[in-house]
């Protein structure tokens, strides 16, 4: 009888162990996949900051959004404010990035990537900014 128990206390713990083990996997697949794809996004806006050019018009900066372009990245126009935003999706501790364009007169004035929680705030492997100062 001590035995038959031993068994299936034995088989429960095997069970248990492989259910823990099969969680982790998941997990750390998981994590791996997310971190891949969150850099490919920020490679993705690298490479649209460094191809639009200060004085390029809406459409241009369109067409270069289309080339490089993830499936989670997105593109929003605050019209009232003449600027232009291209985020990617959360990441956790709000470490993801936002690609600022701003406009006057339908031209590009600045680009600036930025954390999606701060405008202040300049990533550390982020891209140096691209403005034009007006003199008055």
Same mark, same amino acid.
């Given at each position: 009888?001590?035995?038959?128990?031993?068994?299936?206390?034995?088989?429960?713990?095997?069970?248990?162990?492989?259910?823990?083990?099969?969680?982790?996997?998941?997990?750390?697949?998981?994590?791996?996949?997310?971190?891949?794809?969150?850099?490919?996004?920020?490679?993705?806006?690298?490479?649209?900051?460094?191809?639009? =050019?200060?004085? @390029? !018009?809406? &459409?241009?900066?369109?067409? /270069?959004?289309?080339?490089?372009?993830?499936?989670?990245?997105?593109?929003?126009?605050?019209?009232?404010?003449?600027?232009?935003?291209?985020?990617?999706?959360?990441?956790?501790?709000?470490?993801?990035?936002?690609?600022?364009? =701003?406009?006057? @007169? !339908?031209? &590009?004035?600045?680009?600036? /990537?930025?954390?999606?929680?701060?405008?202040?705030?300049?990533?550390?492997?982020?891209?140096?900014?691209?403005?034009?100062?007006?003199?008055?």
């Amino acid at each position: 009888m001590n035995k038959i128990i031993m068994k299936k206390k034995t088989k429960f713990k095997i069970k248990v162990f492989l259910f823990i083990v099969i969680i982790i996997f998941t997990v750390c697949f998981f994590m791996q996949h997310r971190m891949k794809m969150l850099r490919k996004n920020k490679l993705a806006l690298i490479s649209i900051m460094n191809d639009i =050019k200060i004085g @390029d !018009n809406a &459409v241009q900066v369109k067409n /270069i959004y289309e080339k490089y372009r993830t499936e989670q990245l997105k593109l929003r126009k605050i019209s009232r404010e003449n600027v232009w935003m291209i985020t990617m999706p959360l990441e956790f501790g709000a470490s993801d990035w936002v690609l600022w364009v =701003k406009f006057d @007169d !339908n031209k &590009v004035t600045s680009l600036k /990537i930025r954390f999606s929680d701060s405008k202040d705030i300049k990533p550390e492997n982020a891209p140096s900014d691209k403005v034009i100062y007006k003199v008055r």
